[in-house]
């Protein structure tokens, strides 16, 4: 199984600031024949359902807010929310669609400061 | 829009059985795979397995196999989540999620069901 380990678990950041997420993989997840990183970031409030945000490690789903964005190949992933709102509040997770069994990382929980 | 539309909250006793569901409405059902994923108290998330409606070939994760069993009704556009003899340890909220791919595993999860509550406990 590829295991998927995010950092930190937490991290509490003012408004308006810059929230970064981590997460590393422990294989590539970078498929070589389309040169794609089967790699997608989900948001999770409260209880919510999970909601895309990314995939193909950088690729925003739509109606996602711009200040979202993913980047990273390989192994190594961030996530990051430019200037994080109120409603930004929750735990995001890494995902690895590379190969079956399909993991998630441990989740990063985002507070407001 | 493609909804996934899962039942109700379930609690129930050790060793019973249990079945629950997650109905498509909206798009091509049978075209697409539908995952099931586990969210223990408090806990991340856990992908258990998936299934193509069209042809019912499943795929379990190890962690899950031969725990559960997933399965499809194409016609009634329904994929299922049972237990045969339920342990304390599956009380969690129970997800159905859809790869955004049509036909494929391999893309992000785009729908997600609202999620079913599962209770064990005597």
């Known amino acids: 199984d590829i295991v998927m380990t995010q950092s930190p678990d937490s991290l509490a950041v003012s408004l308006g600031e810059r929230a970064t997420i981590n997460c590393k993989s422990s294989q590539s997840v970078l498929y070589d024949s389309n040169n794609e990183n089967y790699l997608a970031w989900y948001q999770q409030k409260a209880g919510q359902p999970p909601k895309l945000l990314i995939y193909w490690a950088s690729t925003r789903e739509f109606g996602v807010p711009d200040r979202f964005s993913g980047s990273g190949s390989g192994t190594d992933f961030t996530l990051t929310i430019s200037t994080l709102q109120a409603e930004d509040v929750a735990v995001y997770y890494c995902?690895?669609?590379?190969?079956?069994?399909?993991?998630f990382g441990g989740g990063t929980k985002v507070e407001i400061k | 829009e493609v909804q996934l539309v899962q039942s109700g909250p379930e609690v129930k006793k050790p060793g019973e059985p249990l079945k629950i569901s997650c109905q498509g409405f909206g798009d091509t059902f049978a075209k697409y795979w539908i995952a099931w994923v586990r969210q223990m108290p408090g806990k991340g998330l856990e992908w258990m397995g998936i299934?193509?409606?069209?042809?019912?070939?499943?795929k379990y994760s190890p962690s899950f196999q031969g725990q559960v069993t997933i399965s499809a009704d194409k016609s009634s556009g329904t994929a299922y989540l049972q237990w045969s003899s339920l342990k304390a340890s599956d009380t969690a909220m129970y997800f159905c999620?859809?790869?955004?791919?049509?036909?494929?595993?391999?893309?992000?999860?785009?729908?997600w069901g609202q999620g079913t509550t599962v209770t064990v406990s005597s």
């Open positions: 995902q690895q669609y590379y190969s079956i069994p399909l993991t």
């Open positions: 999620a859809r790869p955004g791919g049509r036909s494929s595993i391999y893309y992000g999860m785009d729908v």
């Open positions: 299934i193509y409606p069209s042809d019912s070939d499943t």
